[in-house]
């Protein structure tokens, strides 16, 4: 039976005994019926003791009432079934020309080059500036940016919005202290006090130093890996440990090489490389940003929360598998991957493409930020998912219209990415977005898409029950009335808003997060 219904059998109990309790006392002067109703009445309490203790037994052994570690530790905040809506393949298209993606496609992997040229980590003076233009750049990056000239012209607009908004911190510095500080001090998992990403020292898990071949198989104590009983074995006892671990979503599926970068390969630097062949297995998970914070994106926003947990969690996955005796690879926020994670998460039936190009969950909609483990225990897979989300975005494009740089695509159908058909933004004026935000000295993001979009919305009954119900909905009403009360309730600032000199967020901030509340700080705002 399940703890539900025993939740009920209290109830029945107690029922029952109240009303053998009020038939005793009504036939209180009976003979024979007297002496049955107060047998009954004992019986009666007896069973509602009984009924108590079995539902006060479940109830116990609920994670809803455990008071340590929360939920998602249990693997309970993945609560959505997703078995009726697994698929054979994932709902984004294929065409017959797909290929890997270079390194230098990807607007991590080039502006984080350029910086690395501009500002050298060993303090040596710049090998590369704006002024001596595109041409004087290493390849590929020369050719990438000779021949995309408008990705060229918005980096530059980009490394301008940067300088202005240190130039304008201090204006802002008082007003956004607390989200600064709380910020920065989960941040310094993977950067230094001063914002560096590049502090290898204070990294963990450590980055990768050699090639897969040789850093993922580090550590490894035992002659032969530990054998699984078998791979559903494997897959169930990973879950449940990666879950323990912290991770609020857990997947896992087969890596296809399509989404391994190439021309970049931490440990081992530039140039082409083949993926693995122990890179056979990617055990990817997603963790959610701290609400408050994440409901007043941008201006009181931070990604550095799940960023960090990301990375904490991916670390000791890595170190467990090395125990048992396998290599282990982390692919870890914010930009030290050797992989895309969207279409893993997606591959696994973590969730479904959305027009952000991101992956929407059912339980935590685009509040899932993505880490994987690359592995070669031999695992059962899971199947895609297709719980309706291209159709949703197809009539919904709030994140589109609340976009400040219109980075995200507006159109009804995905273009074709890499031979990919899906929703992809413009990387450059996201980024844009993201060095213009006033609510820290050097851009950490802006996630507005992700808080504005209705399938991120809080776990409560009314917004648990939607998302089951309207799945199942095959008419596409539920849908549609879901997403007008999205539209008519909740309030958006105009897109440009968000930007300074207006700096709106979404919600109004929690007192935590509001400087004036806890420090003596000249409020000006
Ligand atoms: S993070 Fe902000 S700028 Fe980037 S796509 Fe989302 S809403 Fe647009
Ligand atoms: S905001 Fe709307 S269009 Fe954008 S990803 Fe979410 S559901 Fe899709």
């Not at 090998?127 to 000779?146: M, Q, V």
């Not at 940003?289 to 941008?298: G, I, Q």
């Amino acid at each position: 039976m399940s703890q539900k219904k025993l939740v009920w059998l209290p109830g029945i109990f107690l029922f029952l005994f109240l009303i053998l309790g009020f038939c005793d006392l009504a036939f209180a002067e009976g003979g024979v019926s007297r002496a049955l109703l107060k047998s009954g009445a004992a019986i009666g309490a007896i069973l509602g003791i009984v009924g108590i203790s079995i539902a006060g037994y479940y109830a116990g052994k609920s994670y809803d009432s455990y008071t340590g570690w929360e939920r998602y530790t249990h693997g309970a905040a993945m609560f959505f079934n997703r078995k009726p809506f697994r698929k054979d393949k994932p709902t984004y298209g294929v065409t017959d020309k797909t290929r890997r993606v270079n390194w230098e496609e990807n607007i991590n992997g080039r502006l984080g080059t350029l910086m690395h040229l501009m500002m050298p980590p060993d303090g040596s003076p710049p090998k590369w500036l704006p002024d001596k233009g595109p041409g004087a750049l290493p390849e590929p990056y020369k050719s990438f940016f000779l021949e995309h000239d408008e990705k060229y012209k918005l980096t530059l607009e980009a490394f301008r919005l940067i300088k202005k908004q240190q130039e304008e911190w201090p204006k802002y510095a008082d007003r956004y202290a607390i989200i600064d500080a709380w910020s920065n001090a989960l941040g310094s998992i993977f950067e230094d006090w001063q914002g560096h990403p590049w502090a290898e020292t204070a990294m963990y898990p450590p980055e990768p130093q050699g090639p897969p071949e040789e850093w993922d198989f580090r550590g490894i104590h035992r002659e032969k890996p530990l054998e699984f009983r078998s791979p559903d074995h494997a897959a169930q006892l990973i879950k449940k440990i990666t879950h323990s671990f912290g991770a609020t979503l857990v997947g896992i599926t087969k890596l296809n090489p399509d989404w391994c970068y190439q021309g970049h390969l931490r440990g081992v630097g530039e140039g082409p490389w083949e993926v693995p062949k122990h890179w056979e297995y990617a055990i990817v998970f997603a963790t959610t940003h701290e609400w408050d914070m994440f409901y007043v994106n941008p201006n009181y926003g931070t990604s550095f929360d799940a960023y960090s947990y990301c990375r904490i969690i991916a670390g000791r996955l890595e170190a467990f598998i090395h125990e048992l005796g396998y290599p282990a690879r982390s692919h870890v926020p914010p930009y030290y991957y050797d992989l895309m994670m969207p279409p893993i998460a997606i591959d696994a039936g973590l969730g479904q493409q959305g027009r952000t190009g991101l992956c929407i969950t059912p339980e935590t909609g685009g509040n899932a930020r993505l880490a994987c483990v690359t592995t070669n225990i031999p695992m059962t897979v899971d199947k895609p998912i297709d719980f309706g989300v291209q159709e949703f975005c197809r009539k919904c494009r709030i994140c589109a219209e609340e976009c400040p740089t219109g980075a995200i695509p507006h159109a009804d159908e995905p273009g074709v990415v890499y031979g990919y058909k899906r929703w992809k933004i413009k990387d450059e004026l996201c980024f844009n977005t993201w060095a213009s935000i006033a609510g820290s000295k050097i851009g950490r993001g802006c996630r507005i898409c992700l808080a504005v979009c209705p399938y991120s919305r809080k776990n409560n009954w009314l917004h648990s029950l939607s998302r089951q119900i309207d799945p199942r909905d095959p008419t596409d009403t539920v849908s549609s009335m879901l997403l007008w009360m999205q539209k008519a309730f909740f309030k958006y600032p105009k897109a440009r808003d968000f930007l300074p000199p207006t700096n709106k967020t979404y919600h109004e901030p929690p007192d935590w997060l509001k400087t004036e509340e806890w420090f003596n700080v000249k409020k000006t705002w």
